[in-house]
């Protein structure tokens, strides 16, 4: 049986001067999660948001808080995220292992990776669970599944755009890799980058269940319409 859709908020593009009333506005329609991009200006060009705002968030909202690090050395800023009261952490692979050629310097995007050092990795994820927390690992669209650490996590976020700004375009060539996860991992499958009414269907079908949106959902007047709408896709 297919798993119910759950709607999770980026706060990427909600309004920073009126946050606690833009969580109101989520958890009133209905949202299950709310997810916060972590950027450093290294891992991605852009530069975003601190434990203190998770901080911050924690003492407005009882749901689900999910810290998206696109950052260099997760591993030393899993505790202050957890402190902060996030309850998911999600550490992007690509930090673990020798870089791409392509990607060393600190100003080439997006980030790639030669081959996953494993080892580190499920040390750090191993570190978020002892945390009481909940590890995700991410996968940027053109890094390939890295099926040896599946075990090690409770859910896989796939992106569907190269990290680092909410509202580019989803990139479908990413689906085989949902499809690959929905037969061999039963943890949480999360999809993030350019969903919409017209991408959230192909994620779904090829089998996210865990549907993270910015510009969608706050580019809408109707907050509890787009919920609605992405839920029944179930
Ligand atoms: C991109 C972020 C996404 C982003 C999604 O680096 O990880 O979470 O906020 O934005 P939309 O939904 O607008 O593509
Ligand atoms: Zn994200």
């Given at each position: 049986m297919n798993k119910p859709i759950e709607v999770s908020a980026s706060i990427l593009a909600a309004?920073?001067?009126?946050?606690?009333r833009d969580i109101k506005r989520c958890e009133d329609a209905g949202v299950g999660r709310f997810h916060i991009d972590c950027m450093d200006g290294h891992f991605v060009p852009n530069l975003t948001i601190g434990p203190v705002i998770v901080e911050a968030m924690r003492k407005h909202t009882p749901l689900i808080l999910e810290a998206h690090l696109m950052i260099e050395h997760p591993g030393h800023y899993i505790e202050s995220y957890a402190k902060a009261g996030a309850d998911i952490i999600q550490l992007q692979v690509e930090c673990y292992g020798e870089r791409l050629p392509s990607s060393r310097l600190w100003n080439q995007w997006p980030k790639g990776i030669e081959k996953v050092d494993t080892l580190s990795l499920r040390a750090d994820l191993k570190k978020i669970r002892h945390l009481g927390k909940k590890a995700f690992v991410v996968f940027n669209p053109t890094t390939p599944l890295c099926e040896d650490i599946l075990n090690d996590c409770d859910g896989v976020l796939i992106m569907s755009v190269n990290p680092g700004f909410a509202g580019q375009k989803f990139m479908p060539e990413v689906l085989?890799?949902?499809?690959?996860?929905?037969?061999?991992?039963?943890?949480?499958?999360?999809?993030?980058?350019?969903?919409?009414?017209?991408?959230?269907?192909?994620?779904?079908?090829?089998?996210?269940?865990?549907?993270?949106?910015?510009?969608?959902?706050?580019?809408?007047?109707?907050?509890?319409?787009?919920?609605?709408?992405?839920?029944?896709?179930?």
């Open positions: 309004d920073f001067s009126q946050l606690a085989p890799k949902l499809k690959r996860l929905k037969e061999i991992f039963k943890g949480d499958i999360a999809i993030d980058g350019g969903i919409n009414a017209q991408t959230a269907p192909l994620a779904v079908t090829a089998g996210a269940h865990v549907l993270i949106t910015a510009s969608y959902l706050f580019g809408s007047d109707q907050f509890s319409d787009v919920i609605k709408s992405l839920k029944s896709l179930a």
